[in-house]
């Protein structure tokens, strides 16, 4: 019962920077944690960043620095900005979100977006 639509990917040229948007609708008071993945040909799907609970962030190595993960609860968004872009970020980016039963309404649940293509040209 929770929905998600990404947006904000693009073509951009290495060392720019670009930002996602992950808008969640539903239920969205049962969303406990909000993160992003990417899965690129070749390579395993990976956790970009997240926010499990509060204001606690984690991000994985190769963006640490570059990539900042943010999380708008009254506007029911989640944010991805991206900076100083590479072309190993090329990627299909997916927006997770995770419910838990907070609520009468609400059950434990994993809920994926459809994605939005990052290409970093060299």
């Known amino acids: 019962q929770v929905q998600l639509v990404e947006s904000g990917g693009g073509l951009v040229q290495a060392g720019n920077s670009l930002r996602l948007s992950c808008v969640a609708s539903?239920?969205?008071?049962?969303?406990?944690?909000m993160g992003w993945y990417r899965q690129a040909p070749g390579r395993e799907r990976e956790l970009v960043a997240a926010?499990?609970?509060?204001?606690?962030?984690i991000y994985t190595d190769s963006v640490k620095g570059r990539f900042t993960i943010s999380r708008d609860n009254a506007k029911n968004t989640l944010y991805l900005q991206m900076n100083s872009l590479k072309p190993e970020d090329t990627a299909v980016y997916t927006c997770?979100?995770?419910?838990?039963?907070?609520?009468?309404?609400?059950?434990?649940?994993?809920?994926w977006g459809k994605g939005t293509l990052v290409t970093v040209s060299s």
């Open positions: 539903g239920d969205t008071i049962c969303i406990s944690g």
């Open positions: 926010i499990p609970s509060g204001v606690t962030t």
């Open positions: 997770n979100a995770i419910t838990t039963a907070v609520a009468a309404m609400c059950y434990g649940m994993h809920y």
